[in-house]
């Protein structure tokens, strides 16, 4: 059987601190020593739970559980502590006290003991056998039902647990934690709208119940639902105002609102309730990056890695920072990092592939999109970049290959027909050249590149109609394309209407000095129509008419 709590989320049951804000980890391994250090606190209350847990690893439950629901009692009077719990902390300290009460049957009281008992220790494999039994000799005990859906909650999803659940309903209807075990299993299995709906009842039944708004506001959040998100987590924070990750996720919430300052004030609690919380130190890097103020990111990301080092999102967002910085070498080198702490995330060899590109290392940038696809053979992006790298290589063929095989694995992903098409186009064989950007165009026929592109590959066959035709169209949603007004003089003349090209070369280089040099949004421009201008004096073809064009339009 399963190791009962190698999946526990209840190693920080009596480390949590509500006031700083601890956050629940369900990834701490079931030791005494992985929550021990809170303890050095020198609360009364801290010390009766730490005295409490080491009589029960020595083996004294009973006095254990007496030092444990004392100091956890006198918690939740000064702190509230009951508000933040999720249902496995909150079921757990519920037994605690129930076992302290006297009120139990002398069954009931074995069992908890036994349960207690499992929760700081290796639990022994006959535990699970004997909550069954015991479930079957006594079925009308509440307690006992309890503890059987507790226990199986871990190891069991979906109908299983649905029918222990609803025989636990039948015994006590109002019985909150079941409603919020129900709850939690929808959001963790993504089914938010369902969640929302079951913690929405526990709201109604325990209306200061901080876990419960807190992930409602996660599950709106899921579904784009920002506004809803931010008023169930400012609801939370009136209730515990000290909780450190109802901030950080009140600030997530303003981010995807664009509320970027109202964001930073947010992450901004978080750090100053717990300086130790790394996330904050990320988020309102993210913040600062939207408002454009890669200095400040950068300094917050630099934190958000001082804070915890091993965290390779870090650096990956650090990465992606200088890459749009067009700091392709800084960027290498976080992105660098973060591989050696995740060496099989596709995603970061692929940015690390991105900079190397963009910083003209090909071969670099090929090594890393390559073994991205060898870790996720249907990586179709990383395909497609492969054939990006051959074809700035010069080697067309192999372009070609690796951008079938993007197309393959996903036909509908046109960028790949782009660059397939563009290759081609460089083979000379236009006829597969206009058949690749035709389909990018089916894909999405507002795609501006496919409809320029797929306008030229028709001038090169000498369909000039069809140029002009499908270069305005890359201009109804580019007006910025100016290789594409271009092509369309370029036509023109070609079509034998030499005053009609004149006018549009003389009104486009108009229209493109009136731009803002380096303004990130022109697409094309004169050096390009200079060049296919001059491959038609090479040709001998319309020599009088482009002379003039070159000298009276471009030179003046």
């Known amino acids: 059987m399963k190791h009962f709590l190698s999946v526990s989320l209840l190693v920080l049951v009596f480390s949590i601190d509500p006031v700083q804000g601890i956050a629940l980890d369900d990834t701490v391994k079931n030791r005494y020593t992985d929550f021990s250090i809170y303890y050095n606190r020198s609360d009364d209350y801290a010390s009766s739970v730490s005295g409490g847990l080491r009589m029960v690893v020595n083996d004294s439950v009973r006095e254990g559980i007496r030092f444990l629901a004392d100091g956890l009692n006198r918690m939740n009077i000064k702190e509230k502590t009951d508000r933040i719990y999720n249902y496995h902390i909150a079921e757990l300290v519920s037994f605690i006290k129930l076992l302290n009460s006297n009120t139990l049957t002398p069954e009931e009281q074995e069992l908890g003991e036994m349960l207690v008992s499992a929760m700081f220790k290796d639990p022994e494999h006959s535990l699970a056998k004997k909550i069954e039994r015991y ?248 395909l497609a970049c492969i054939g990006d790298c051959y074809y700035r290589k010069g080697d067309y063929q192999q372009a070609v290959i690796q951008c079938n095989k993007a197309v393959e694995n996903d036909p509908d992903y046109k960028y790949a027909y782009i660059r397939l098409g563009l290759s081609y186009g460089q083979l000379g064989d236009h006829d597969s050249e206009i058949e690749s950007f035709r389909k990018a165009v089916a894909i999405d026929s507002t795609y501006e590149g496919a409809l320029g592109n797929l306008g030229w590959a028709y001038y090169c066959v000498g369909d000039y109609d069809s140029c002009i035709y499908y270069s305005r169209k890359a201009l109804q949603y580019d007006d910025k394309a100016f290789y594409a007004m271009f092509n369309i003089a370029l036509s023109e003349l070609r079509r034998g209407n030499f005053e009609e090209a004149r006018v549009l070369y003389r009104n486009y280089l108009d229209l493109y000095n009136t731009m803002e040099s380096g303004d990130p949004g022109l697409t094309g421009g004169p050096d390009g129509a200079i060049q296919d201008l001059k491959d038609l004096l090479n040709s001998d073809i319309l020599v009088n008419e482009v002379d003039y064009i070159l000298n009276e339009l471009f030179v003046r």
């Open 135 to 382: 479930s079957g000799k006594y079925p009308g005990s509440v307690f006992i039902t309890r503890v059987n859906v507790f226990y199986s909650s871990f190891f069991m999803t979906g109908a299983g647990l649905d029918e222990r659940l609803n025989k636990l309903l039948a015994l006590d209807s109002l019985h909150i934690g079941a409603y919020t075990l129900k709850a939690e299993a929808l959001f963790r299995d993504q089914q938010y709208r369902e969640s929302i709906r079951y913690f929405t009842r526990v709201i109604a039944w325990n209306p200061e119940y901080t876990h419960a708004f807190n992930t409602r506001g996660l599950c709106h959040a899921a579904l784009g639902e920002q506004e809803d998100a931010v008023h169930d987590y400012s609801t939370a924070i009136g209730l515990s105002p000290g909780y450190v990750q109802l901030y950080n996720n009140r600030g997530n919430a303003l981010q995807e609102l664009n509320q970027y300052e109202a964001s930073i004030s947010d992450y901004r609690k978080a750090i100053g309730i717990n300086p130790a919380f790394e996330w904050p130190y990320n988020n309102i890097a993210v913040s600062f990056e939207n408002l454009n103020e890669p200095d400040s990111a950068i300094y917050y990301y630099n934190m958000a890695i001082f804070k915890n080092s091993m965290n390779a999102t870090f650096y990956d967002n650090k990465g992606n920072l200088y890459y749009e910085l067009d700091e392709y070498e800084k960027a290498i080198g976080d992105y660098s990092k973060a591989i050696i702490l995740e060496p099989d995330n596709i995603y970061y060899y692929t940015h690390r592939a991105n900079a190397y590109y963009f910083n003209d290392e090909l071969d670099a940038a090929l090594h890393d999109y390559e073994k991205a696809v060898e870790i996720a053979p249907d990586f179709t992006y990383a």
